[in-house]
Structures are given as C-alpha cells and as structure tokens.
C-alpha cells in the first residue's frame, strides 16, 4: 500500500471509528450500524489477509474492553472477518454497489453470529431470535450506512489515476 | 471500494493462526489478568473514545428528555398559575375572615355564582337564603365594600343585585360628610360600564378624585360608613343644580367570590367602624382637633361672658348707686321743691332751691362708669 493510499484508509478508519462512538449512541437504535465493522471491511480489502486479521484482533481487543465478560469474542469475530474479507475480495471483489452493500451485510452478520456463539451470552429461543432477527437487521443497516460512509468518503478512499 | 492486487501466503496463515489463538486465549483469560488488561486499554487507547461515546449519549438522553422536559415545565407552570390562584383565593378568605372578625355578628357568608348568560351579568347567586335569615334588601357587602342588595330569597339560596345593575341604587356621601348623592350604576359604553356615578351632589359641593364615597344610612337599607367606591372624576351633565360625578368600584366583579351578607338587625344598628380607612382615620383627627378647637372657644366665650357679667354687675352696681343718689337727691330735694312750691310766689327765689338742689346732686359721688361698659345696659 502506497503512503498516500495509507494515509487516505487511516483517515476514513479514524472517522468511522468516531462515528462508531459518537453517531451510534445518538441513535441509539437496537439494530444499529457497526461502524467499527466498517472501518474493519475497509481496512481489509486493502491490505494483507494476515494483516487484516491482526487489525481485527487489536480493534476487537480494544471494542471488547468496554465489555469484559465477553472478552475475546469480538477480537477473536473481527480477525476472522477481518482475514475472510481480505481472502474473498480478491475472488469475487468488484466496485460494486450491490456487492459492497452484500459484503457489509454479510460481515457483519458473520461477526455476530461468531461473537454470540463466542460469548455464550445467549441460548435457545433468544439466541435463535437474535442470530436469525436481529443479526440479519443490523447487518442491512450496517450495509445501508456503509454504503453511505462510501458515497460520502469516496473522494478520499478513491486511488488517484495512474 | 478499490481494486488492491494482494498475494495470500504461508506468513498470512501464520498470522491469521496467531490472531486466532491469541483471541481464544483472550477469551478464557483469568479474571485477574484480564480486568487490568481492560483496564488499561480504557484509561489509555479507549479513553477519548470513551468521553466521546458519553457525551453523544448524554445528547441523546437530552434529545429524548426534551419532550419530558417541556412537558414538565409546562405542569409546573399550569401548577404555579393555579398556586397564584390559590393565593389569590386565599388572601380573598383571610380579608373575608377579617371582615367577619370585625362585623362580629348579624351576618351571613355566603359564595357567589356569576352568572355567565345574558341578564345574568348583573346578579349574583348567594349559597345562603331565608333560613340562614337573609331577607330581601339585605346589603351584601365584601371585604372591600358594597357589592349589592338581595332581590330574591330562597330558603337555601337568594339571587342579589351588584352594584352594576341598572336598578342598583345607593345614597352615598363623601367619607367626612361633606357632599351627598345617589349612587348608580354607570351606564356608558363597554370599559366605562363597569363603573358607578354619584348623582344629585350639591353644586358647592366639590369632591377631589380618590375621595372615599361611603353608604350614607339614609333609606334604612344600607347602614352608614360602608365603602362604595372612590371618586375618578367629574362627569359634565346637563344638569345644572347639581354635579355627577365618575366612581371607581370599591368591591370589582372579580372580588365577589365570597361575601357577607347583613341581616336585618346589624342593618338597623349599623356598621360604625368596621370600614375604617386611612382617610377614616383623617377625618377623626380632624373631627377631634375642630372639636377641641370649638371646646377652646365655648371656654373662651365662657371668659368673656364672664369678663362681661362682671362689668355688667358693676355697671349695675354705679347704676344702682346712681339711682339711689338720684333717689336721695330727689327724696332730699323734692319735699324742699313742694314746700318751696307751695310757698307763696313772693318768694321767687325759691325756685332757686331746686336748682340749686339738683346742682346738690353732682355733690353726691357717683361710681365711674368702667370703660368696657359698652355691654347691654341692664334695665
């Protein structure tokens, strides 16, 4: 990754990061966007699946910190998010609104089904109720604002012509 | 999102494989190992994040609260204008209580209903009627005043005139007695309605604006001394024997929630002193010093009548002894006048002796007469 492409992702990562924990508390919606995951998928589809994975494992280290009895569920859910959407995009990866949208709401339906298995917070009906109901909505809202954080931060995510 | 060519290799896997492990290995960590790992990630990398993510929910407790919070203050609000009102009531009961502790018997309270329909603007429903003992013409009367007369007695209630009515009427003087009148309702157009006029006054008689008008006693139907409203200002009428003047109300429409109403024997035996205003007090004082004053004078005028009883009694006296030298004189004199009268005419001369004899009498001191004797000879 060039310098100017680091400092372009680290930038956007820095703002999604503090939309995670400014914007999303003034919603304060049940099924509210995970900016965090975001900043995670952005991340990843440019650099390394192996570094993608430690920045999952860090990023979900410091989120899980906040929530000590579920310590390691988020780490261990964005490093494999975040290995997985660096494996895939360069299978099946392409500039895409339908897919991008598809990817965000895959990732984050897979980090909560990773996490609430992880945790052991959860079982039976409201386990099946949030795996099957409440997942799945915060994946489309996550799909719906990332796709929004994309058309607002396209100017600085967009690699310059070569 | 960007095209980013990447190559997957052993060192991903590897490293991939170590994350893994190190968030299993997070996961079942030791409580004690872990909280102050967490701990520290708080204080540290964590911390602004976590300032951040208060404040926002801070905003979003005061977002969600505002319309608790204007609903609130509007309760409070509604609750503070219903505290004025209660106040308001409240200070409306202790002067109703004050009045009563001052007329002290041959009362009845009562609550007034206005009315609100057309007709009804003028009359007052009373919560007491003939078996509280109220009669027809009883004076109702508030802590401020005269309100009205009851027209119509019930049993349990009486229906009473205000002092608006159009039949309402009122002898009424100025609160030294210096000017009379009959006081009616004032019936110009809508502001000016709500105000009374005092009719008939002499035209010597002049009344300044904030003169008290107080009931007069004459009529027998409201005893003297109860306030009816103040003088604003004289009204030009055509009538030119006598002066109209413009009254503010003593008791406003809004003051007769609550009020007394007079039975007949407190009519009959009056109300002296239970409206006493400043002005009251006044014109006692002036009413004591005039008295005082006119006291000084019957005793000055008593000093006189005395000064001039005693001159009187002198100039009685010299008058007296005047009389009796001229008694004397003439006792001495006139058997000397007869004997020389009856004497024979040769005797010419004689008639000298009485002359002579009346020039005797100046012989005979005579008191002098006192300076001051200008008073009413005695006779």
Redesign the interface.
Known sequence: ?RPT?LARTSLAFVIL??LH????????WHASPDFLLIALL?VA???????A??V??LM???A???E?HA???G??GM??VG?GA??L??VF???DVVL?ALFFFCGKWAFDVIVLL?AHQMSGGALLVELLVWSPLKGVVTALFGLLT?LILRPI???PAT | MTNVSRTYGRRDSVLFVVCVVLAFVAQFLPEHLRDPFTAALRHTVLAPLVALQHDAELTRQAWLTREARITARDSVELQSMTLDALNAENDRLRKTLELGARLKWGFVPAEALQGRDIGEEYTVTLSAGSNAGVRVFSPVVAPEGLAGMVKTVDPTMSIAIVWAHPDFRVSAMAEDGSAFGIVAAHEGSDPERYLLEMRGVPVRSTLKPGTLIVSSGLGSTFPRGIPVGTVLGELKTSELWARTYLLRPAVLPQDMSTVMILLPQRTVSGVDGVWQSGRGADAAVKAIVAAGDSLERAARLARGDTARADTTIRSFVSTTERRDTVRRVRRDTLPHALRDAARPAVHADSARTVPDTTRRAPATPAAPAPRDSGARPVP
């Open positions: 990754m492409d990061v503090l924990y400014t914007l999303r508390p003034v919603l304060g952005l589809i440019r650099v390394r699946p192996g570094h994975a430690l999952g494992l979900g280290l410091v899980d910190s906040l000590p310590f390691g569920a780490a261990l490093c494999l290995f660096s494996w995009k360069a990866f392409a500039d991008n992880a994309l995510l967009r690699a």
